[in-house]
């Protein structure tokens, strides 16, 4: 079998079936009476949801969607459409006057909170510009700190995000007894490429042991809208920025490297299959050591 | 050696060398350049905001106060005494609008919103309503679902709060660069007595490994206020509400209890130095348990 068919290999029925008991078995151990899902519109939380409903029936399941002024339109859209078509129940609340009030927005000139058209064109200039100072990649320096007073003000821009959001799942979790399910998937746990204590947090985490590429096999298994699948994948927290474009890679050849180094290949065996150069593999095997604290408890002494 | 001064048997100078190091060291490690603390004039707080600026210097040290409509005057003030009188700077933050734009506070009546007289009282009634329907205790509850509404609705009034608090922590902390430290002690920890992401994150946590009763004993080394130290202990979320009211011992009762506990003393010997009930100590080692899934990473699959 070749190692790409044997990342993708998983038994989707099997997985299926294992998910929904694990949600279930979730629900009575923490005495739950249903489960919430916050909803990007993305193919994350669109397989999340679909995996609740089936785990649970849809009248027991709340989706949750909680865009802002920076969140892309069609996301949003794409939300509210899939939760429609599950029949499930919404809450839909802007979290921007959340944002304006701890002047989150005040960070960056009026003209690119305004003009939509700008943010993209703007966005690119400031990490231009952030890329050129420096020598490290921002991918790994958003990983710890960094005296870049330009970086440091974008990753508080965009962090609080998230973590508005965590904080008002919970909300709604707790006033409802509800599971709060969460969204992070193998790849970006592994990568510490999530908001910690953003989109980090829930009760549970029921794509936490599949890569990406697999969540993809998953996603068409449950016949999510192919227009869900297909759109490229984007934290959605900055304008026009992707997630490649943070991670540097594509999700297939992240994953390649991060199932070989999960299997012990060699760093030859990697590169036969991934086409990944040693840089990039080198760049990865940091990641993953530079994002090791993301994972715990606060560290103690 | 008796077991109680063996509880309290710790070299306060070494502890604190010790202390001072770890922060140094993962202000290094994380490349930060400075360390922010959230005050709430409590003295687990006042120790960690006291620790900081021995490790680092009053310059580099951030004390963030972010009280609401609920927190209890004295506290707001002996959090802004303190913070002055280490010569820190202070942000000054009330979260009480974000609780409104949740519609938190429409969670009760506007008599108890608004009437600061009632707000014990009404308070206590409720809570003697909850406890009176269900055979649980309160606190056990607590840490897992419950179909009790009245419940639901008084835990998630107090968690938001906390959650608010620890994402604008982390943004204040994000925008300068600094770390984040938290204060959670090790009977907060072992009990399960925090509010999940909301005290209990940080980048390190300092007080980790010492019991309330050990902190206790640091603070008076560190000369703490003896006002703050007097004061009894309180979460501060919920009016009249202690620290002791929701765990129902003593802390040095429940030290010696969570200390025999972690020394494989057997019951005998605990009850022998604790003063504690067969059911008390229990009820401690349900509490530990059933608390267990709030200190991992979300559940995953």
Chains 1, 2 share one sequence.
């Not at 993305?42 to 969140?71: F, H, M, Q, R, T």
């Not at 890569?211 to 026009?240: M, N, R």
Request: glycine letters at 6%; proline letters at 3%; hydrophobic letters at 40%.
């Amino acid at each position: 079998m070749s190692y790409e068919s044997e990342l993708l290999d998983i038994n989707t029925e099997k997985l299926l079936a294992d998910i929904l008991y694990f949600i279930r078995n979730y629900i009575i151990g923490l005495k739950k009476e249903g489960v919430l899902v916050g909803l990007s519109g993305g193919i994350d939380s669109c397989v999340v949801l679909k995996l609740c409903v089936e785990a649970v029936g849809k009248d027991n399941v709340l989706a949750v969607i909680l865009p802002e002024k920076d969140s892309d339109s069609k996301n949003i859209k794409d939300a509210l459409k899939f939760a429609d078509s599950l029949d499930v129940r919404i809450i839909y609340k802007k979290i921007t006057p959340f944002l304006w009030l701890l002047g989150v927005y005040n960070l960056y000139p009026p003209s690119f909170i305004i003009k939509k058209s700008l943010q993209e064109k703007f966005v690119k200039k400031e990490i231009d510009k952030i890329s050129k100072r420096n020598k490290e990649d921002i991918f790994i320096a958003n990983l710890e700190g960094h005296s870049d007073k330009d970086l440091n003000k974008g990753i508080a821009y965009y962090r609080i995000k998230h973590r508005i959001r965590s904080s008002i799942l919970f909300y709604y979790s707790e006033l409802n007894n509800y599971l709060f399910v969460g969204t992070v998937n193998k790849t970006e746990r592994i990568t510490g490429f999530f908001v910690k204590y953003g989109d980090s947090v829930a009760d549970i985490m029921p794509l936490n042991s599949l890569y990406k590429t697999q969540v993809i096999k998953l996603a068409k298994f449950l016949k999510i809208d192919e227009s869900i699948i297909e759109k490229q994948p984007s934290p959605d927290l900055i304008p026009g920025i992707k997630d490649e474009d943070m991670i540097g890679l594509p999700y297939i050849k992240l994953d390649l490297i991060l199932f070989g180094i999960e299997n012990n290949y060699t760093d030859n065996d990697i590169i036969k299959v991934s086409n990944a150069s040693q840089t990039e593999i080198d760049r990865v095997k940091k990641i993953i050591e530079k994002s090791e604290y993301l994972r715990a408890w606060p560290i103690g002494l």
